[in-house]
Each structure stands twice: as C-alpha cells, then as structure tokens.
C-alpha cells in the first residue's frame, strides 16, 4: 500500500554560489507524517554522486547492482547506469546532496568504478571520503544546507579546474554530443589516458556518462510536451540520435521503457525553472 503523495514529498534547496561548483542541488523526499510508504518511485541516471542522509523509518532501493534495504543513517550513491526503483518507508524523511560527476575526483583519487550502480553505507568506506561534510542522522534539510556552504566556504582556496572537471564540463556544454577523440584531442591527451582517468574518477565510462547527458536532455524535451502530443521523431533528431530506432532502442535500455510510453508522473525528476 502507498500513501498518496503530497506536494511537498519532493522539494529542493539552493546552495551557495560557492557550493554550486561541487553540489548541483539539496534535495530531500518527505514521508515523515505518513504512515504508509511512498512508491515505487523512479529516479533516472544524471552523471551525479548524492550522498543521503535517511531518517525516521527505512527506504528500499532496487539499482542496476541489486537490492537495498536501507535503514536511518548516511549512505554514498554512486553513478548509476539505469532506472532506480525507490519506496520510502512510513515516517521516513530522506535529504540527498547531489554532487556534480567531478565532485569527488576534485579532492580524491580512489577509483570510484568500484561503487558504480551501488548504495553504500559511508561507514562502510572509511577514510575514502573524508572530504563529506559532517552529517548527522537528525539533521534538517535547511541545516544540510548551511553545513554543505559551510564546508565549501571553509575550504579557502579550492582545487584548480583539472582535466575531469574540464571534459564533464564541456559534456554538459555541449548536452553529450560529440567524440571521446575529439575531447582528447582539445585535452592534449590520449584517447587512451583520458579514459583510463575519466572511469577511475567517475565510476563510469566517458562514453556512459556522454550517453547519459544527452538522455537526459531528451527525457527534458520529452517532458516539455504533453503525452499524447510527443513527436518521438523530433526528438531523436534534435538530440542527434541516428534516427528514432536508435533513440528507442537507447532509452528503452536504460528507463524499460520506450520514449512514447514514458510517464513522468512516476518519476522523481529534477525541478524546471520557469
């Protein structure tokens, strides 16, 4: 049984404008006055890390990599590659740091790949990610915030743009078009190096992360329309996808479904701006 989902079940809040290099957003998911669950829900890949802090009750957690059951505490969840199903417990409040795709490789150099598609208890990976701010199980989401800003202001002087953040960037700039050669070729580096340094650093391939910012854009255009007004065609093409089988074939893999069956009402996506 699932409760009905009020208004207020997913919010986000904005972080400095120091913080907004290493966090895309705070966001959080609030059941704590019901006495049912919530979901399934469905969260798509975005290329980010979130760390989340789960309070109250429990939450399960289905991924690519398998089955969670997660209980109050803080938890690292790494790149995921496709839909993640999500119920969140009776009386449970869930408040999620999302963290840009080069948040992490800006302050550590532990290979990341091996959490891929995982949700994983930080207790469970001491001293690999001490650069997290100190959270605490009973925090509030707007205290989340202040903590966030708090330990980005107290860095002082932050790390330089090195070679991840640059080629995530320009992914981003460019909404995943383009070759892994030709952004090799614009970093004076290898093919070869530059994935090598890109999986260790992000937990996924340049190519799946390349993949998965233009998916996104297309699950955005998508959703600028309503349902039955969808043009499955313009879209493939305006994302430059080879042609609709191609985009078919390519969303299907990752969401389990086809673009034209896709229902966003079922899925916790991020906010649009007016």
């Known amino acids: 049984m699932t409760s009905i989902i009020t208004v207020d079940f997913y919010q986000e809040h904005p972080v400095s404008e120091t913080s907004q290099r290493f966090v895309n957003k705070v966001w959080s998911l609030n059941n704590r006055e019901a ?6 829900k ?3 890949p975005n290329g980010c890390f979130n760390f989340a802090v789960l309070q109250g ?16 505490g803080l938890y690292l969840c790494s790149q995921m590659t496709g839909k993640v199903e999500l119920t969140l417990g009776a009386f449970s409040h869930a408040t999620l740091v999302q963290l840009h795709a080069w948040s992490l490789a800006s302050f550590l150099s532990i290979d990341l790949g091996q959490f891929t598609d995982q949700v994983t208890s930080v207790k469970q990976v001491p001293n690999q990610l001490g650069v997290s ?18 330990f980005f202001d107290d860095l002082g002087s932050t790390p330089r743009v090195g070679l ?14 383009g070759s892994v050669k030709s952004l090799a070729d614009e970093h004076q580096v290898s093919v ?4 090598m340094d890109f999986k260790q650093a992000i937990g996924l391939t340049l190519k799946q992360y390349m993949n998965i910012v233009r998916l996104r854009a297309a699950v955005d255009s998508l959703t600028d329309e309503s349902k039955s007004e969808r043009n499955i065609s313009r879209v493939a093409m305006q994302h430059n996808y080879f042609d609709q089988t191609h985009f078919n ?8 479904m086809t ?5 966003e009402s079922g899925f916790l996506l991020s906010e649009k701006s007016d």
């Open 133 to 150: 701010p100190d959270l605490n199980s009973g925090i509030s989401a707007s205290n989340l915030v202040l903590e966030v800003n708090q």
């Open 192 to 195: 070869r190096k530059l994935q």
């Open 249 to 256: 074939k390519s969303f299907k893999k990752v969401v389990q």
């Open 42 to 44: 469905y969260l798509l």
């Open 259 to 263: 673009p034209l069956a896709f229902d």
């Open 164 to 177: 991840i953040e640059s080629v995530c960037r320009q992914v981003l700039d460019c909404v995943g078009e």
């Open 57 to 72: 009750g429990d939450a399960k957690v289905s991924t690519v990599h398998g089955y969670y059951e997660l209980k109050p």
């Open 35 to 40: 006495a049912d669950p919530v979901g399934p």
